[in-house]
């Protein structure tokens, strides 16, 4: 519940209105303890609105990684999904922060974008 207040207070992130039940808790750990394994990744599987994204995002912050998501515009194609790419290998590789991509079902707008995540 205390890391749950403290997302609200970083800066650029908004707050979560989150019920932490026991089995959102459980799931946070999973989630936790996937992203803390070296090369950790996981497919978070639910129904919509269950929670998979907001539970993610909370296992990072807990985590102390970076979190990466795109943000879909109507003219976001293949060029700008490749430059956002680029964005979070800098941002992985290059500066070498531990960083988590979330990328959702909702985002793909083109076929082409699993094969660059492939």
């Not at 070296?38 to 990684?65: C, E, I, M, Q």
């Not at 998501?69 to 003219?75: A, F, L, Y």
């Not at 800098?90 to 500066?95: K, L, M, S």
């Amino acid at each position: 519940m205390e890391k749950l207040e403290d997302y609200a207070l970083e800066p650029g992130k908004t707050a979560m209105a989150l019920v932490l039940f026991r089995d959102a808790l459980h799931h946070i750990c999973r989630i936790h303890r996937v992203l803390n394994q070296p090369r950790g990744n996981a497919l978070l599987v639910g129904v919509g609105g269950s929670g998979r994204k907001s539970l993610a995002r909370l296992a990072t912050f807990v985590a102390d990684l970076k979190c990466f998501s795109i943000e879909i515009t109507k003219q976001y194609r293949q060029n700008e999904f490749r430059e956002d790419l680029k964005s979070l290998y800098r941002q992985a590789g290059v500066a070498n922060k531990p960083t988590v991509f979330l990328f959702d079902d909702t985002q793909i707008v083109l076929e082409g974008f699993l094969e660059d995540v492939n």
